[in-house]
């Protein structure tokens, strides 16, 4: 009898190691196609070459810089190094990090890491993201530290939980929520003289953006004659994923090297998203 009892012990421990294995192969998945696709955190956590392309065998290393009147920030080392990256934070302040722009010392992530957006990343999909990072190979690098000219906020609101995504059923609500958690918006609306983003005119565009590659202009998203009215949602697609509807490739900072691997449904309602904003006439110069 004892026997028995063992091995059926035994049985049901190994069944459980089998289930929680499946499930953090499941949730890492979840966050390589988070990560390598929508969130695209390597679109400013991996470093750039001289012409702005990305160097993917550095991995999420950091070092990219946004030099701007505000502020001179530099990308930090998202890897889990221990002396220069992540490898000692806790997943718990990881996800603070993340999702309320807290650094484990309590110091303030300040722009242009979009917090704003990124405190409607669900908790499910927030697992998924640090069970990613902590698979990744470290990488010693050192970055240097952020300077800022404006004042940081003593935080970005309330404490996040119990933050749930909307069904992929309801198709424009979870277009929004992957457009929120690929902060789109980030760099599609405007901005007043403070650097603040004018909600007003979402999706917009008009913000400049200077790098190698020269200067690239966020285009209006809206469906606005100055903007995506008149686009087919294959020329829009085509869009996102980086090359204009006139075959004209965009320049960086687009992450078009990670929102090529959003899959067909997420695509589509991203785009119903889109379509749904309220038209704006288009917020830069002409």
């Known amino acids: 009898m004892g026997t028995f ?24 998945a979840r966050g390589k196609y988070l990560m390598e696709g929508v969130v695209a955190c390597g679109n400013c956590h991996i470093a750039r070459g001289e012409k702005g392309e990305p160097i993917f065998s550095k991995g999420l290393s950091g070092g990219m810089v946004f030099d701007e009147p505000p502020f001179k920030a530099f990308a930090p080392n998202i890897t889990p190094d221990p002396e220069t990256g992540i490898g000692k934070w806790t997943d ?21 890491m979009p917090i704003e957006f990124y405190r409607r990343i669900s908790d499910a999909d927030l697992e998924a993201i640090i069970a990613y990072l902590r698979v990744q190979p470290p990488v010693k690098n050192a970055v240097e530290k952020s300077k800022y000219n404006i004042p940081l906020p003593p935080n970005y609101g309330q404490t996040v939980k119990d933050i749930r995504a909307p069904s992929p059923k309801e198709t424009i609500k979870y277009g929004e929520y992957l457009a929120n958690i690929g902060h789109c918006m980030e760099c599609h609306t405007p901005r007043d003289e403070k650097g603040m983003l004018r909600l007003t005119r979402l999706g917009a565009g008009g913000q400049v953006f200077k790098g190698p590659w020269g200067e690239s202009v966020a285009r209006n998203l809206t469906p606005h004659e100055s903007g995506l009215k008149g686009w087919t949602n294959s020329e829009i697609a085509l869009a996102i994923r980086g090359t204009d509807k006139n075959g004209v490739h965009y320049k960086p900072p687009m992450a078009f090297d990670w929102y090529k691997n959003i899959n067909a449904a997420d695509m589509n309602a991203l785009i119903a998203y889109l379509g749904s904003l309220k038209p704006q006439p288009f917020a830069g110069r002409e």
Request: glycine share 16%.
């Open 92 to 112: 718990a302040q990881l996800g603070k990090a993340i999702r309320e722009g807290i650094r484990p010392d309590g110091s303030i992530i300040g722009p242009p």
């Open 5 to 28: 009892f063992q091995v059926a012990t035994g049985v049901l421990l190994m069944a459980q190691i089998g289930t929680s294995s499946g499930q953090d192969e499941a949730r890492i």
